[in-house]
C-alpha cells in the first residue's frame, strides 16, 4: 500500500481522540448517553478541525453493535466498514461537486428503503455551502420530517452561506480553532510515535504555523519529517516551510521601537535575502505588535495571546518600556502603511518607507505641552527660552502619542489650518513684536493710540513691518502698536479672474450644481464692490438670481475673496438675470455685524490680535435675520 500522510493516519477514531472540542464532544456524548441525538446536525468550523471526523464517529456511535453508545467499540462489524468507508448504508456526499437538484433528488429516493445492514442509515455532505437554492428548498421538507431510520448529518466552513431554513431544522455545533498548547501537546505524541526527535522550538513553529487547524499541522509536520529525517531543529523547520524567524520579527520591532532605522533595515535585508513570503512577514509583523499592545493593556494577556510561555514572558518585558499612546500610534502607522505594500508595484520600497516613517513618530509634541507653549507666546516669553521648554519626545520613553507638530530649532511646525467654522470670526494672534529701543533714544514722533477693527468695506490699513523705516515712523526706530487688519482685508488679496478656478472649486465642494452652472460663465470681471458674472444665454443663470440661490451664492464670494462683493449677473441685450438688490445684501450686513461683534472686539482688545477671515453662514442666519421665516434659505 502507498504511504498513508500522517492526517489520514491520525485520524480520530473515538470521541476521546479528539483535540480541542472538548465542549462539542462532551454534548455529542450526553445526547447519546440520554437518546437524545437530533435528525439534523452541522458542524461548522475553519478547516481541519474535526467536522467530518466527528461526523463519522456519530455515525459508528450510532450503528454500533454495543449501542447506540456515548463510545463506538471500533471493534464490530459496523464500526469497521464505517472505518474502512466501506458501508452501504453510510452516505458520504461532496457538496461542492454533487450540488444540484438532481443530486437531491436521487438521494431522497435512496433513503426511502430501510438500511440494508445498520441500524440508521447515515447521510454526511460535506461542504453543503455549495449546493444550489433549488438543491437546499429540495431538501427542505425531508430534513424536516425525515424517516426515523435516517440521520442528517452535514459539515461546512462557511456557515453564513447556508439558507436559514435549513439552520433552523438542524442543531449547529461550531468547532472553535484548536489552541496552541493542545496542537503542541499533539504534534509531540505524533512525532514520538514516528520516532521523530524534535525540538520544543520546531514544535512551536509548526504549531504557529497551523492556526489552529490540526491538518494544516499534520501536512506541515509530514513535510518536515521528510525533510529532516530523525531530528528536526527549529532551523530546519524555518528553512523548509520558508517561515519567518521570531528572532528576526522581534529584532525588527524591537529596532522600530527604539527608533533605530539602520538595525531595522539590516532585519528587512535578512527577509529578502531568505526569501521569505511578503505577506506572511506582514501578518508577522503586526502581529508581533498587537501582542505588545495586549501585554501593555491587559491584565491577563495569557488570555488573549495564544503563545508560548517564553514568547509571552518576552512581549511583557519590551511592552512594560512604552507607554500604551505610542505603542497605539505605531501599531496604527504601521497598519495604515503596511497595507499598501501588498499591492505596491515596488513592495520593498513602500516597506522602507512604511518604517521610516515608524522610527519617526518620537519626533512630535503632544497637544498638552503645545497648549503649554502657546500659552508661553501669548505671555511674551521669548521665543528662545521655548525651544527647552517643550523637550521632543524620545524613542525609550515616548509619552504622548497623538500626532503633534514639531518642534524644530525654537519654532512650531503648524499643521494644515482647519475649516473655520461657519458663523465666525477668526481672531489670529498678534506677531512677535519688535524689540524695544534704547530709553536714551529720542524719537521725533510718539504713535499713540490702539486701531479699532475697521467696518466691513474699509480700505486695507498698512501695517508697520520691523526693520523696514515707514514714512512718517519716528527716527529712533519706536513704532506704536500695529493696528488692527480691516475685517475685510485678507493677507493676500484674491484676483477675481486669476484665482476664478480656485472659486469653482470652492463651491463645487459645497454645491456642485453650483459650480457647474457657474463654469458656464463666458467671462468674469469686478468693478468696484461688484462681481460681475455675464452669461451669453439667460437660462443659465436664471435659476442661480433666485433668492435661495443667490444668498449663498454671495457668502462663497465674500468667504473665498474676503472682500465686500455683490454678485451681478450680465446677459447681452437682456435684462433677465437682474438680481432684486436685497437678495444678496443679507450676506453683506452679516459680514459687518460679525466683525463688529462685542465678543470679537474685546477679544481683539485682551489678545491684541487682529480679524482675520470671516465666515458666514446658516448657523448664524437665523439670529441676524431677526428671525423672519422668509430670510432662512432652504437647505
Keep these: 500500500m502507498s504511504y498513508l500522510v500522517l492526517a489520514r493516519k491520525s485520524r480520530p477514531q473515538r470521541f476521546d481522540?479528539?483535540?480541542?472540542?472538548?465542549?462539542?464532544?462532551?454534548?455529542l456524548q450526553n445526547a447519546l448517553r440520554q437518546n437524545r441525538v437530533p435528525h439534523a446536525l452541522i458542524f461548522s468550523?475553519?478547516?481541519g478541525t474535526g467536522k467530518t471526523t466527528l461526523a463519522r464517529i456519530m455515525a459508528k456511535a450510532l450503528n454500533c453493535e454495543q449501542g447506540p453508545t456515548d463510545e463506538p467499540c471500533g471493534t464490530c462489524q459496523s464500526c469497521r466498514e464505517i472505518m474502512a468507508g466501506g458501508s452501504v448504508d453510510l452516505h458520504e456526499v461532496d457538496g461542492a461537486s454533487n450540488r444540484g437538484i438532481q443530486e437531491i433528488r436521487e438521494l431522497k429516493e435512496n433513503i426511502r428503503f430501510m438500511p440494508t445492514a445498520a441500524r440508521f442509515k447515515i447521510i454526511i455532505i460535506d461542504e453543503v455551502h455549495m449546493l444550489t437554492t433549488e438543491a437546499f428548498n429540495a431538501l427542505l421538507k425531508t430534513?424536516?420530517?425525515?424517516?426515523?431510520?435516517?440521520?442528517?448529518?452535514f459539515a461546512t466552513t462557511e456557515l453564513h452561506?447556508?439558507?436559514?431554513?435549513?439552520?433552523?431544522?438542524?442543531?449547529?455545533?461550531?468547532?472553535k480553532r484548536v489552541s496552541h498548547r493542545e496542537l503542541q501537546e499533539h504534534f509531540a505524541r505524533l512525532a514520538?510515535?514516528?520516532?521523530?526527535?524534535?525540538?520544543?522550538?520546531?514544535?512551536?513553529?509548526?504549531?504557529?504555523e497551523?492556526?489552529?487547524?490540526?491538518?494544516?499541522?499534520l501536512s506541515l509536520l509530514d513535510q518536515v519529517f521528510s525533510y529532516c529525517g530523525a531530528d528536526v531543529t527549529a532551523a530546519d523547520v524555518v528553512e523548509v516551510l520558508g517561515l519567518v524567524s521570531h528572532e528576526v520579527i522581534t529584532a525588527l520591532g524591537t529596532a522600530l521601537l527604539e527608533a533605530d532605522l539602520a538595525r531595522a533595515l539590516d532585519s528587512l535585508e535578512q527577509v529578502y535575502t531568505f526569501g521569505m513570503d511578503l505577506k506572511r512577514f506582514i501578518n508577522e509583523l503586526l502581529s508581533w505588535f498587537r501582542g505588545l499592545i495586549v501585554c501593555r493593556v491587559s491584565r491577563r494577556p495569557e488570555q488573549l495571546l495564544d503563545l508560548p510561555e517564553d514568547e509571552l514572558q518576552e512581549l511583557v518585558g519590551i511592552a512594560g518600556n512604552y507607554s500604551p499612546q505610542s505603542l497605539f500610534a505605531l501599531f496604527n502607522l504601521l497598519l495604515e502603511s503596511l497595507e499598501k505594500v501588498t499591492w505596491s508595484q515596488q513592495p520593498r520600497l513602500a516597506l522602507e518607507l512604511a518604517f521610516i516613517r515608524a522610527v519617526q513618530v518620537g519626533d512630535v509634541v503632544g497637544v498638552p505641552d503645545l497648549l503649554?507653549?502657546?500659552?508661553?507666546?501669548?505671555?511674551?516669553?521669548?521665543?528662545?527660552?521655548?525651544?527647552?521648554?517643550?523637550?521632543?519626545?524620545?524613542?525609550?520613553?515616548?509619552?504622548?502619542?497623538?500626532p503633534g507638530p514639531a518642534v524644530t530649532a525654537g519654532r512650531i511646525m503648524q499643521p494644515a489650518m482647519q475649516p473655520v467654522e461657519q458663523g465666525t470670526a477668526e481672531v489670529s494672534p498678534p506677531e512677535q513684536a519688535p524689540p524695544a529701543p534704547a530709553r536714551d533714544a529720542a524719537p521725533e514722533k510718539k504713535a499713540t493710540g490702539k486701531a479699532a477693527p475697521a467696518a466691513a468695506g474699509d480700505a486695507p490699513m498698512a501695517v508697520p513691518t520691523p526693520g523696514k523705516q515707514e514714512e512718517g515712523a519716528p527716527a529712533g526706530g519706536e513704532t506704536g502698536p500695529a493696528p488692527a487688519r480691516s475685517a475685510d482685508a485678507p493677507a493676500e488679496k484674491k484676483d477675481v479672474r486669476r484665482h476664478w478656478d480656485d472659486f469653482l472649486a470652492y463651491v463645487r465642494e459645497r454645491k456642485p450644481w453650483m459650480a457647474a452652472a457657474l463654469s458656464r460663465a463666458s467671462s468674469v470681471s469686478r468693478r468696484g464692490d461688484r462681481l460681475i458674472i455675464q452669461y451669453d444665454d439667460a437660462a443659465d443663470c436664471r435659476l442661480l438670481k433666485n433668492r435661495e440661490n443667490i444668498r449663498p451664492l454671495t457668502e462663497f464670494a465674500l468667504d473665498f475673496f474676503q472682500e465686500s462683493l455683490t454678485v451681478k449677473f450680465h446677459v447681452p441685450d437682456s435684462l433677465a438675470c437682474e438680481i432684486d438688490p436685497e437678495n444678496g445684501a443679507s450676506p453683506q450686513q452679516e459680514r459687518r455685524a460679525l466683525a463688529n461683534d462685542p465678543l470679537v472686539l474685546a477679544a481683539l482688545e485682551i489678545f491684541n490680535g487682529q480679524v482675520g477671515d470671516i465666515r458666514v453662514g446658516p448657523r448664524f442666519r437665523q439670529s441676524l435675520a431677526t428671525g423672519q421665516e422668509d430670510n432662512k434659505v432652504p437647505e
Design 45 to 47: 468550523g475553519i478547516r
Design 372 to 402: 503649554a507653549r502657546l500659552d508661553k507666546v501669548l505671555a511674551g516669553v521669548p521665543a528662545e527660552s521655548l525651544a527647552a521648554a517643550v523637550p521632543r519626545s524620545t524613542a525609550a520613553g515616548r509619552g504622548n502619542a497623538d
Design 161 to 175: 452561506r447556508v439558507p436559514v431554513t435549513i439552520l433552523s431544522r438542524c442543531q449547529r455545533y461550531e468547532l
Design 17 to 27: 481522540e479528539v483535540v480541542g472540542q472538548q465542549a462539542v464532544v462532551r454534548t
Design 210 to 217: 497551523a492556526g489552529g487547524s490540526v491538518r494544516d499541522g
Design 192 to 208: 514520538g510515535q514516528e520516532g521523530v526527535n524534535i525540538e520544543p522550538a520546531a514544535l512551536n513553529l509548526v504549531a504557529r
Design 143 to 153: 430534513l424536516e420530517e425525515p424517516p426515523d431510520h435516517v440521520y442528517f448529518m
